[in-house]
């Protein structure tokens, strides 16, 4: 096995930090919606969209505007995607 080149070096700590803030922000807006008095079904929480879905409509209820969240919560969807689409080839090239 040939080492990794320095391109391959920082995709790959793209892609695994991206992995990891998707991962800790999710656990972390899981628990906080749990404090804020969310219905939350523990099966679907790993489940795209359904945190999201969950706020929403807390935010509904209390009259309150979910945009700030829920594009922070897109932006890194996206990011990991762009990571898994760019590094993976890169990785599985050489």
Do not use: H
């Amino acid at each position: 096995m040939k080492p990794i080149s320095l391109l391959q070096a920082i995709g790959l700590a793209w892609f695994v930090t991206s992995i990891v803030l998707q991962i800790g922000t999710t656990v972390f807006f899981l628990l906080w919606l749990r404090r804020r008095g969310a219905k939350l079904i523990f099966g679907l929480t790993g489940v795209p969209g359904y945190l999201e879905l969950q706020y929403l409509d807390l935010c509904r209820r209390q009259a309150r505007s979910a945009k700030t969240i829920l594009t922070l919560r897109v932006i890194l969807l996206i990011n990991v995607l762009l990571a898994a689409i760019v590094v993976v080839p890169l990785v599985i090239m050489t």
